[in-house]
């Protein structure tokens, strides 16, 4: 009873912040553990430009050289049962699972939010989708960011949860030279 109770409470406490950080627009509200990232319409706009100058910046061979999320799940239908069970396998987002889009919007804030950058560092990452659905109750994005700085040796890996925006990893991994 004292379960139900406080889940009730919780739930009007989230529609009260959600309803207190509403902007005009469409605004999305996401969780991390306990923490609500909410994007205004204002955030996936800002976060939007900075993604657009991060692909402007980039290498046409980075550009051209990314395989689209289609072209990974047609790899994963060629594997074989046996090649299934030990590797990643991808698919496409269905229709509750959040967008492209909005799993990079959070990626920034993600980011913004563990790791403290500031948008000039955001706009020197180049994001490559794929679309995890090794466990096919929790399918996940996972966007690495690539440096755009030859100097730069680490690749960024942030990983959302497809059906509820939340974080799921977030790491660093230094690149072989």
Same mark, same amino acid.
């Given at each position: 009873?004292?379960?139900?109770?406080?889940?009730?409470?919780?739930?009007?406490?989230?529609?009260?912040?959600?309803?207190a950080y509403a902007v005009e627009g469409e605004c999305y509200q996401y969780c991390d553990g306990e923490k609500i990232i909410i994007l205004s319409a204002e955030d996936q706009e800002w976060y939007s430009q900075i993604a657009a100058q991060a692909y402007e910046n980039a290498p046409e061979v980075?550009? /051209?050289?990314?395989?689209? %999320?289609? &072209?990974r799940a047609q790899e994963t239908q060629l594997l074989s049962?046996?090649?299934?069970?030990? /590797?990643?396998?991808?698919? %496409?987002? &269905?229709g509750d699972d959040i967008s492209q889009k909005t799993a990079l919007h959070l990626s920034y804030a993600y980011l913004q939010e563990a790791c403290q950058m500031e948008d000039k560092e955001l706009a020197s990452l180049f994001p490559v989708f794929t679309f995890e659905i090794t466990d096919p109750e929790a399918p996940v994005w996972c966007i690495k960011f690539l440096p755009l700085d030859a100097e730069v040796q680490v690749v960024i890996v942030v990983k959302i949860y497809a059906g509820s925006g939340c974080l799921a990893e977030l790491g660093i991994r230094e690149t072989v030279g």
């Open positions: 009873m004292l379960k139900r109770v406080f889940m009730i409470i919780m739930v009007l406490m989230l529609a009260i912040v959600n309803a980075l550009k /051209t050289s990314q395989l689209t %999320l289609e &072209q049962e046996e090649e299934k069970t030990y /590797t990643t396998l991808w698919g %496409l987002p &269905q």
